[in-house]
């Protein structure tokens, strides 16, 4: 039996403890055979769930490392702002070393920052209440961010579509909805019969684990396929459109996603099917000019060798190469979808325009 479809998608994955001093998120390495939350309370709990990917998704790793610098603000000394300042700003660059590549760790960290500079001749304890005014906001300006995505998105939709869908941009990776994923949620809110092919986004499954758990639970129509298979369901005529998230748009257009999400634009592009990229403004960097300036993160090589197998599955030592992610080019991409509209090509000027 389906839990209503309201507790798939306004999943409470991040979250402040109940005496607001530590960050709660569901643990997403441990989905889908348990749902289970865990609570970081030290700097090195909170990097460690980002880097191990407990906590993932652009915009979950911007909420969840707003509440983490507040509640490391909040270990920080007190006595003046210039010793709070020093420590709590390096903790906040000792977290922002935990992955390299998705723009909103940086991007929320820089902003909760900039709250406690605006401080600066206050106590610090309006400091804090500041900062705690602003990790809040930027959850709750990522669940009308999500909702908006999902609605435009929703717009490219007709009843009775296949969507082909990579890695996990739904509810878990965002605060609601999600962006890569949100329009399949809110199509099926609204009653319409979309039908999802979710890629199982080798190595770390997250379209197996994270995005076909959600899409099922919501009750959406989903099948799950190895990356491998892309080229036959399209050639199949399955599906009408490709949807995904993003983790760093350069002002370009040129957008770096979950490792296989180029492939699968070439692909697109072979078969005559639009590819589009849904994320939050936030994850846009204009400061970054093409996908050659993204930095890439490179993972350990167990994760392809040995990791979900029972047995290793390759052979012990044999050298790996593992990028978290790759950069597809601007020319594949038939649109952005924000939060402040759809942009088509050139995306030099039209994700310009999103910033005037
Ligand atoms: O390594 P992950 O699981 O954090 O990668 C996630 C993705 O690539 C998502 O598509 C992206 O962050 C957008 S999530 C709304």
Redo the contacts with the bound molecule.
């Keep these: 039996m389906n839990p209503p479809l309201e507790e798939v998608t306004h999943m409470d994955n991040v979250k402040l403890s109940d005496d607001g001093r530590s960050v709660v998120i569901i643990d997403q390495t441990l989905l889908p055979n348990s749902l289970e939350y865990i609570t970081l309370s030290t700097r090195e709990e909170m990097f460690e769930a980002i880097a191990t ?1 407990r906590v ?6 911007g909420i969840c490392a707003g509440y983490c610098a507040y509640c490391l603000a909040l270990q920080a000394p007190h006595d003046s702002f210039d010793d709070f300042y020093s420590r709590w700003e390096e903790d906040c660059r000792f977290l922002n070393g935990a ?1 390299p590549t ?1 723009a909103n760790l940086s991007w929320a960290l820089n902003r909760m920052l900039d709250v406690a500079e605006d401080h600066r001749d206050m106590p610090v304890e309006t400091v804090l209440a500041a900062l705690k005014r602003e990790c809040a906001a930027i959850h709750e300006e990522d669940m009308e961010m999500c909702r908006r995505i999902s609605e435009y998105g929703l717009s490219l939709l007709r009843d009775g579509d296949g969507v082909l869908t ?4 739904g509810p878990l ?2 605060s609601r909805y ?3 994923q949100g329009p399949l949620f809110l199509a099926k809110e609204r009653g319409m019969d979309i039908r999802v092919f979710a890629d199982e986004t080798r190595p ?1 499954l ?1 379209g197996a684990r994270l995005t076909s758990f959600e899409l099922q639970r919501a009750g959406v129509d989903v099948t799950l396929i190895c990356d491998s298979m892309a080229s036959i369901v399209m050639k199949n005529g399955w599906v009408q459109c490709c949807m ?4 760093r748009v350069a002002a370009n257009g040129d957008t770096a ?2 490792i296989g ?1 180029s492939g699968l634009a070439i692909l697109a592009k072979h078969y005559g099917i639009p590819f589009y990229v849904l ?1 939050p403004t936030s ?1 846009i960097d204009m400061d970054c000019p093409a996908g050659e300036n993204i930095k890439i993160e490179l993972r350990d090589g167990e994760e392809i060798r040995s990791k979900f197998f029972a047995e290793p599955a390759a052979p012990q030592g044999v050298r790996c190469y593992n990028p ?2 790759d950069v597809t080019d601007n020319s594949l991409i038939s649109a952005i979808i924000t939060e402040k509209g759809i942009c088509r090509p050139p995306y030099s000027e039209s994700l310009k325009k999103l910033f005037e």
């Design positions: 990917l993932r998704g652009a915009p979950a790793i992955r998705a990579h890695c996990n941009a990776a965002t999600g962006t890569g770390l997250q995904v998230g993003c983790d996603n979950k999400t994320g994850t978290a992610f």
